[in-house]
């Protein structure tokens, strides 16, 4: 089965304060992996993919196929950085869909 | 390039009413994609269009159809709203269905059915 899970609805730190947002995933192949950022009320962006390991808005997530995670990470958080984010599996059918996990919301605090 | 436009942004329908969302891009994609977002759930996919003149059933289509006469547009409707289905609907596009394109995804219509 795919399936993509966020255990954390809600995860809340403080400025400066390091960040872990979980991701764990069940697919049987080379997995796809993106992480989407939604602001208040706004339109999904792609925050980033596993396959360039780029590191944007100085976030950053590593695949890693043993544990079947894509934790997202940032060093030091920033209050600009609160929104809600998705963990999103591309899907080897249905005209290549993301299966998105229940999105945890990012709560940066002064 | 506006991207990825959706209309209505917000509509409230009485139960057993009908009507129409219009996605459209102007980025050439092949492939467009109707999703609902419901709180706890993430987003689940509805319909998709691999091109022009094409579609077929994602996770959660019943009560829901869909159209692509023309590549730039993907229209989803519900025929006879239920309030099962008051949720936010994105649609998104993408050049191709590889983990190479990125899906692009409209700014959402809000609906919600009384």
């Known amino acids: 089965a795919q399936r993509v899970t966020q255990p954390e609805k809600l995860l809340s730190v403080f400025k400066g304060a390091p960040v872990e947002l979980k991701c764990n995933y069940s697919?049987?192949?080379?997995?796809?992996l993106f992480w989407y950022v939604q602001y208040s009320r706004q339109r999904l962006q792609l925050l980033l993919r596993?396959?360039s390991r780029e590191s944007i808005k100085g976030f950053t997530a590593d695949l890693n196929k043993g544990e079947t995670s894509f934790h997202l990470k940032k060093p030091f958080a920033q209050e600009e950085d609160s929104a809600m984010y998705y963990c999103?599996?591309?899907?080897?059918?249905?005209?290549?869909?993301?299966?998105f996990g229940q999105g945890t919301e990012l709560s940066v605090k002064p | 390039n506006a991207g990825v436009t959706q209309t209505p942004k917000f509509r409230v329908l009485k139960t057993g009413q009908s009507m129409t969302l219009l996605c459209a891009q102007d980025?050439?994609?092949?492939?467009m994609y109707w999703y609902r977002q419901d709180p706890g759930m993430g987003l689940r996919l509805i319909h998709y269009?691999?091109?022009?003149?094409?579609?077929a059933k994602g996770e959660v289509p019943d009560g829901y159809n869909v159209s692509r006469l023309k590549k730039q547009n993907f229209l989803l409707g519900l025929e006879s709203a239920a309030p099962s289905q008051t949720s936010v609907y994105f649609c998104?596009?993408?050049?191709?269905?590889?983990?190479?394109?990125?899906?692009?995804f409209g700014p959402g219509t809000r609906l919600t059915v009384l």
């Open positions: 998104a596009s993408s050049y191709g269905s590889g983990g190479a394109y990125e899906q692009f």
């Open positions: 697919y049987s192949g080379s997995p796809e």
């Open positions: 596993h396959i």
């Open positions: 999103a599996l591309k899907s080897y059918n249905q005209g290549g869909k993301l299966i």
């Open positions: 980025m050439n994609h092949e492939y």
């Open positions: 269009s691999v091109g022009e003149g094409t579609t």
